[in-house]
């Protein structure tokens, strides 16, 4: 049973990867599965929320109740997440979004000439959506309640109270290694302005509901 805490509420929430075009069919992105994402939109839906998911290229059923919104690369969930930001009070940027895309992609197939030569590829760095959302005038103001995700391979508080601290978000949760991607449980940590504390290793749903109650909490609390 989940109380339905955030009645009333809108939730925006990031998942999945991005993919970069190199060309046509070639591409740069990562492994992220999207699982948290989707877990924790479907428990913000759960608790009554109304959710948006914009999803990058992942493999998962759209959890019920919830609009999707799925797109490619990292300019187009920006576009999506500053277009529906507007609407929502809560960001929950879970998508392990492309740090680099190539420069330019090409706009046929980029072909082998038999010489043994290879292609170089430059990079350009693509916006940091949860930084720019933070830091809008809803953001700042906590109209926009923005939560931020962590993946560590070390020093996971000290690199989460960092990452908090850069990205100006109230609240920023760390995965608890090993790798968690594609892993159906995992452990967080979050990390807000008074500290750390964890939430124990549980299946990643679980954790979902958790976290969304304890997001729920800080917004009556910043209500009240
Ligand atoms: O800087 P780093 O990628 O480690 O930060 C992770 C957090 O920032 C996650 O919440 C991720 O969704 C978000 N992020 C983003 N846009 C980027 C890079 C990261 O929203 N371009």
Same mark, same amino acid.
């Given at each position: 049973f989940q109380p339905k805490s955030l009645v009333g509420q809108h939730v925006l929430v990031s998942a999945g990867p991005t993919f970069e075009a190199i060309d046509p069919v070639r591409g740069i992105t990562n492994l992220s599965s999207g699982k948290m994402g989707f877990a924790i939109a479907r428990a913000a839906q759960e608790a009554g929320a109304e959710v948006t998911l914009v999803a990058g290229p992942v493999?998962?059923?759209?959890?019920?109740?919830?609009?999707?919104?799925?797109?490619?690369?990292?300019?187009?969930?920006?576009?999506a997440c500053v277009a529906e930001a507007d609407q929502a009070h809560v960001f929950i940027a879970t998508a392990a979004v492309a740090?680099?895309?190539p420069d330019s992609a090409a706009? @046929?197939?980029?072909?082998?000439?038999?010489?043994?030569?290879?292609?170089?590829?430059?990079?350009? *760095?693509?916006? $940091?959506? %949860? =930084?720019?959302?933070? @830091?809008s005038p809803r953001g700042v103001s906590g109209d926009l309640f923005c939560v931020?995700?962590?993946? *560590?391979?070390? $020093?996971? %508080? =000290?690199?989460?109270?960092a990452k908090r601290a850069r990205k100006k978000v109230p609240l920023l949760v760390g995965n608890i290694g090993p790798a968690t991607f594609g892993q159906d449980d995992n452990a967080l940590l979050l990390v807000d302005a008074q500290g750390a504390k964890e939430i124990p290793r549980n299946s990643k749903l679980?954790?979902?509901?958790?976290?969304?109650?304890?997001?729920?909490?800080r917004l009556a609390s910043q209500s009240a």
């Open positions: 493999a998962l059923a759209t959890p019920r109740g919830v609009r999707r919104i799925d797109v490619v690369s990292a300019l187009e969930m920006m576009q740090d680099w895309r706009t @046929q197939k980029i072909k082998k000439d038999g010489s043994g030569q290879t292609p170089t590829l430059g990079f350009v *760095e693509n916006p $940091d959506i %949860l =930084a720019t959302l933070a @830091q931020g995700f962590a993946a *560590e391979s070390h $020093d996971l %508080l =000290a690199h989460a109270t679980a954790l979902a509901r958790l976290l969304i109650a304890d997001i729920a909490a």
